[in-house]
């Protein structure tokens, strides 16, 4: 057990580290791959510890799409306001997270211990006003994407069939939140930055990277359809938990991975230490 132990937090001996030259060598595809086979054990441990800090937000997920399964506005507006304490609650763990995983996709060393605490006591300022000001800025354009639905179903007239369409534009600045949002954490954690220049950076490498972003958003969208109908069909709460302990890495590995080529492309700013 001990062995085992062992193993799981500095790696199997037996195994390589990955080099420069190594790297420099592979494809973004191969790194994915080569990043598990040597750190296979470690993410897994790294999982776990994050979905610690995520079990707020996983019980509260469970209830929605499994025991409520209610997705109208009306039964979705409780679980929105509910996931606010969540949030905040999985704002410490996704810092730490982040700032692990993020290295580890670069092939930059990264103790899950000590960094994964690192990334929690340097950012959590920030990482505190971000996760606030994306909460509201998300409800805010949900709300609106419905109230513009609504005015114009309740409604007859040019005018408020034309006004309906306002929605689809809300719909898009959505997709655009979650873009940017896509690489705040990581600006976040990697660079030393005023909140205003995370905002604006995140901005311009969406934008810049612009179908990587899509390609990574559609990607995690697609992962989170799939678990949604693994638990309608499985409706395990102990499975729930565990298949995100094991998994959640993974899809966010392949994202940070891509993101490590991004970065050293198009940003050129200070790291932190």
Same mark, same amino acid.
């Given at each position: =057990?001990?062995?085992?132990?062992?193993? =799981?937090? @500095?790696?199997?001996?037996?195994?390589? #580290?990955?080099?420069?030259?190594?790297?420099?060598?592979?494809?973004?595809?191969?790194?994915?791959?080569? !990043?598990?086979? +040597?750190?296979?054990?470690?993410?897994?441990?790294? &999982?776990?510890?994050?979905? /610690?800090?995520? @079990?707020? %937000?996983?019980?509260?997920? $469970? @209830?929605?799409? !499994?025991?409520?399964? #209610?997705?109208?506005?009306?039964?979705?507006?409780?679980?929105?306001?509910? $996931?606010?304490?969540?949030?905040?609650?999985? =704002?410490?763990?996704?810092?730490?997270?982040?700032?692990?995983?993020?290295?580890?996709?670069?092939?930059?060393?990264?103790?899950?211990?000590?960094?994964?605490?690192?990334?929690?006591?340097?950012?959590?300022?920030?990482?505190?006003?971000?996760?606030?000001?994306?909460?509201?800025?998300?409800?805010? *354009?949900? $709300?609106?994407?419905?109230?513009?639905?609504?005015?114009?179903?309740? &409604?007859?007239?040019?005018?408020?069939?034309?006004?309906?369409?306002?929605?689809?534009?809300?719909?898009?600045?959505?997709? +655009?939140?979650?873009?940017?949002?896509?690489?705040?954490?990581?600006?976040?954690?990697?660079?030393? /930055?005023?909140?205003?220049?995370?905002?604006?950076?995140?901005? *311009?490498?969406?934008?810049?990277?612009?179908?990587?972003? +899509?390609?990574?958003?559609?990607?995690?969208?697609?992962?989170?359809?799939?678990?949604?109908? *693994?638990?309608? &069909?499985?409706? #395990?709460?102990?499975?729930?938990?565990?298949?995100?302990?094991?998994? +959640? %890495?993974?899809? $966010?590995?392949?994202?940070? !991975?891509?993101?490590?080529?991004?970065?050293?492309?198009?940003?050129?700013?200070?790291?932190?230490?």
């Amino acid at each position: =057990m001990g062995k085992l132990f062992q193993k =799981m937090y @500095i790696g199997n001996p037996n195994k390589p #580290d990955l080099t420069k030259e190594k790297v420099a060598s592979q494809t973004r595809l191969q790194l994915f791959f080569t !990043v598990i086979q +040597v750190r296979g054990g470690k993410l897994i441990l790294l &999982n776990a510890l994050y979905s /610690l800090f995520l @079990i707020p %937000t996983l019980f509260l997920t $469970y @209830i929605m799409l !499994v025991v409520n399964q #209610d997705f109208s506005m009306q039964g979705l507006v409780p679980f929105i306001y509910m $996931y606010f304490p969540c949030f905040l609650i999985a =704002m410490p763990g996704t810092l730490g997270f982040t700032n692990v995983l993020h290295r580890w996709a670069n092939d930059e060393h990264a103790w899950i211990g000590a960094d994964f605490w690192e990334g929690i006591k340097k950012n959590w300022k920030q990482g505190l006003i971000v996760t606030i000001i994306n909460y509201f800025v998300l409800l805010l *354009l949900i $709300y609106c994407t419905w109230f513009w639905g609504q005015l114009a179903v309740q &409604n007859e007239g040019e005018v408020f069939q034309f006004l309906g369409y306002i929605r689809y534009i809300i719909m898009g600045l959505i997709i +655009v939140y979650f873009l940017v949002h896509l690489y705040i954490f990581p600006m976040m954690v990697r660079y030393k /930055l005023t909140i205003k220049e995370i905002y604006k950076y995140s901005f *311009l490498l969406a934008f810049r990277c612009f179908l990587g972003s +899509v390609a990574c958003v559609l990607g995690l969208a697609i992962y989170l359809v799939l678990i949604y109908l *693994l638990f309608v &069909n499985i409706p #395990d709460p102990i499975f729930f938990l565990l298949f995100f302990v094991f998994m +959640v %890495t993974l899809p $966010y590995l392949a994202v940070y !991975v891509y993101m490590g080529s991004a970065f050293d492309k198009y940003v050129y700013l200070e790291l932190k230490e």
